[in-house]
């Protein structure tokens, strides 16, 4: 089958044929139907050889839809034909995290080398995929895989950061969202389903602020170094109750803490390398400051729930799989509107 490989440290991704998967005992054997590029992976091929926590090459996608094409022995639950979405964050499924369904904080997913599809796994842009067990399966039901398979990250992700701080978003609130790409404008809209506060989008272009405001934010700026102040002036000087940052470069963690109110939160969920610093007088009083990662497979489920609702309308640029190297240059250049797909 055809799948695409990052194969050496530093180089482009590459479509390369290799042999066709067959599902071990307890595994699932999916027909890939839709894969999401996220702007993890550049982050990925971006580290030294000595950063990378797995061997190459490795095929990359690590949101991922398909149909049930074979099932190995002892998988039940499930039938040829399926239509599902894929829980990415696999853990052991047994540690005191993964008993609660997190699996994306597994306590023992490294010590037994588990790693997600695309991150480690062989993962989902490619012909077939295998999944390590039904466990990380949700059906689809009607929905459609191509709109739907960014949900399993760019979803899940900024479904999980926000819903920590949902008590602080009553009426008359405040939300920023920095970075209106794959996830974030994704966040634009489960903030304008699942809270009353005002939505304020960031970012480097008109073109992703036009976006930013036909996803039902209520304001969109542009990202620079007068945002913070920008943002406390709307909001009469009280600053934001909570700050997404999905860039997390080192001038959007500053502004981020430097638009938050007090008692707000602030979440850094991208890689960019920018980090707050705390302690007495660094930020407003008692912000909080935190980064999680990816969210839990009733997270997932729940967020497949909004859409089925039709809440959430995922931008979706679509390419075929030999395509799919000019969809990461797109990306790393910035100019991906919402979520590449790739149809494998
Ligand atoms: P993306 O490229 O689709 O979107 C990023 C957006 O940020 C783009 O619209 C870009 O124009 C904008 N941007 C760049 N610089 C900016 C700045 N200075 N101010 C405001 N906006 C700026 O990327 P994505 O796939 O949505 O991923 C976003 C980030 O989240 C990446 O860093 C990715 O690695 C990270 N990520 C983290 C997790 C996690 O679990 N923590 C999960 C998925 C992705
Ligand atoms: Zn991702
Ligand atoms: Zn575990």
Redesign the pocket.
């Known amino acids: 089958m055809k799948a695409l490989q990052y194969r050496t440290v530093g180089a482009a991704p590459e479509v390369v044929t290799v042999p066709d998967p067959e599902p071990g005992p307890g595994q699932v054997l999916l027909k890939v139907t839709a894969a999401g590029v ?3 992976d ?2 990925v091929m971006s580290w030294p050889a000595e950063q990378l926590p797995f061997p190459l090459p490795l095929t990359l996608g690590h949101e991922g839809a398909g149909t049930v094409a074979a099932l190995g022995d002892g998988v039940t639950g499930f039938a040829e034909g399926d239509a599902v979405a894929v829980y990415g964050p696999w853990g052991c499924g047994s540690c005191w995290m993964c008993a609660q369904g997190k699996e994306n904080y597994c306590l023992r997913a490294a010590e037994l080398g588990i790693h997600p599809p695309g991150l480690g796994a062989p993962g989902a842009i490619a012909e077939y995929m295998i999944v390590d067990s039904p466990r990380h399966l949700v059906p689809l039901g009607a929905l459609d895989p191509v709109k739907t398979v960014p949900l399993t ?2 979803g899940l ?1 900024p479904y999980h950061a926000l819903k920590r701080s949902l008590p602080k978003l009553v009426p008359g609130s405040t939300a920023v969202v ?7 404008h994704v966040a634009v809209q489960l903030l304008r389903a699942m809270t009353a506060a005002r939505v304020v989008a ?4 008109e073109e ?1 602020l036009a976006l930013a405001r036909a996803v039902g934010a209520h304001e969109a700026l542009l ?1 620079d170094a007068s945002a913070a102040a920008s943002v406390r002036e709307l909001t009469g000087g009280r600053g934001a109750e909570v700050v997404l940052d ?4 080192p ?2 963690t500053a502004a981020a803490g430097a638009m938050a109110a007090v008692e707000g939160d602030v979440t850094i ?4 390398g920018g980090t707050l610093p705390v302690g007495f007088g660094a930020l407003p009083y008692e912000v909080s400051v935190t ?4 969210g839990t497979r009733a997270e997932l489920v729940e967020v497949l729930d909004l859409a089925r609702a039709g809440a959430v309308d995922v931008h979706v640029e679509t390419y075929g799989l030999d395509e799919a190297p000019e969809a990461y240059e797109r ?1 790393h250049a ?1 100019r ?1 509107e919402g ?1 590449a797909v790739i149809l494998p």
């Open positions: 996220c702007h993890s550049i982050a990250d760019a992700t920095i970075g209106t790409g794959g996830l974030g960031l970012d480097v272009t992703k990202s999905f860039v997390g470069a001038p959007t969920v991208g890689l960019g980064s999680p990662y990816w990306l910035g991906i979520r």
